[in-house]
């Protein structure tokens, strides 16, 4: 027998580093942060702060939009450390203005 490589065949459960399985479309980190909360959640069920992500969600507007409204002052909010936390009142202004608009 020469020596070098092995005539057996890799074992079945032993991955090899370039094989790579398909990803699945639902695994996003975007579905992790998944909040419930949608345009049709009525404000009044809201809570009193809401996360840039659950306010994004319930406007219809992507994080950087709402994060970007905080930062322009358009959006009421407070910094609790490094959180940023949306008052639910300014959702309600803000919704108005928006529905105003049109």
């Known amino acids: 027998m020469a020596r070098g490589r092995s005539t057996l065949a890799p074992s079945p459960t032993r991955r090899r580093s370039n094989d790579r399985r398909p990803t699945n479309p639902s695994d996003k980190k975007d579905d992790l942060r998944s909040t419930g909360i949608t345009r049709a959640t009525p404000v ?12 994004a969600d319930w406007l219809g507007i992507s994080v950087w939009s709402a994060y970007d409204l905080c930062r322009r002052d358009v959006l009421p ?25 049109r």
């Open 44 to 55: 009044d069920e809201l809570p009193e702060l809401l996360t840039a992500h659950e306010a």
């Open 77 to 101: 909010h407070r910094r609790l450390g490094k959180h940023v936390r949306i008052q639910r009142a300014g959702l309600e202004q803000l919704a108005g203005r928006k529905s105003e608009a």
